[in-house]
């Protein structure tokens, strides 16, 4: 059972135009969510976090919205750059419960020049 | 400021063998989690220690087993091996008991499994 879905294996977009990567989860016990984000032969690098009580988090070209009833968070990269290209994870956790990190199967983006 | 470092960072077992990983956590760090990830998926969470402790297991069976030592690097051992654990097995830390307020996890590079 997936409890966090990239529903998207891959992504291409041209450079300087907006990434929107996409995350729906099912547990409505997570209430911490995050984006990492993967280079080849590297381990993952945390990108960015949103908590509940939040709907919205910006981090310079990175943004991250929360959507609670829809139980969907997407991030978005304005503008795309070509050290952009990698693997995606979004993941979720639920605090002072399990400190178990929930990852999805990950977003390949490709930014095209 | 020392990163995470795992070794080795490829081998080949065969089927029915053991094998242990190692990992170094960042300097600082006291919670070292260990992640599998198979080809084509996330990483899914095996077990996490905190201070020499085991203090969350995920859906793995008893033969994927840790230790944590003094100095909070980490071992994952891995009995038995069979086919499916091929995977690129992930150490992660991270400066909390636990992520509450954080889920930052500073990873390693992995160490790649290959079963025959």
């Known amino acids: 059972d997936q409890q966090v879905k990239q529903n998207s294996p891959s992504l291409s977009v041209q450079e300087g135009r907006i990434s929107i990567l996409n995350c729906d989860y099912t547990?409505?016990?997570?209430?911490?969510f995050l984006w990492y984000k993967k280079y080849p032969a590297e381990g993952p690098t945390f990108l960015i976090s949103?908590?509940?009580?939040?709907d919205k988090n910006e981090d310079g070209r990175f943004t991250v919205f929360l959507n609670k009833s829809a139980k969907h968070l997407s991030l978005h990269i304005v503008p795309s750059q070509p050290g952009d290209s990698a693997v995606y994870f979004c993941a979720a956790f639920a605090q002072n419960r399990d400190d178990k990190i929930i990852f999805g199967k990950g977003t390949r983006l490709h930014i095209l020049p | 400021e020392t990163g995470v470092t795992q070794s080795p960072t490829h081998l080949i077992k065969t089927r029915g063998q053991q094998v242990t990983l190692r990992c170094s956590s960042q300097s600082g760090h006291n919670t070292v989690s260990w992640y599998q990830q198979a080809l084509g998926q996330g990483p899914q969470f095996i077990f996490q220690?905190?201070?020499?402790?085991?203090?969350g297991r995920g859906n793995f069976p008893p033969r994927f087993s840790g230790l944590q030592f003094p100095n909070y690097s980490s071992e994952l051992n891995v009995n038995a091996l069979e086919l499916d654990d091929s995977a690129l097995y992930l150490c992660?830390?991270?400066?909390?008991?636990?992520?509450?307020?954080?889920?930052?996890?500073?990873f390693g590079e992995g160490s790649r499994l290959t079963v025959l």
């Open positions: 220690y905190y201070r020499e402790e085991e203090n």
């Open positions: 547990n409505s016990m997570f209430d911490y």
């Open positions: 949103i908590s509940s009580i939040k």
């Open positions: 992660a830390s991270s400066g909390n008991r636990g992520l509450a307020g954080a889920g930052e996890l500073f």
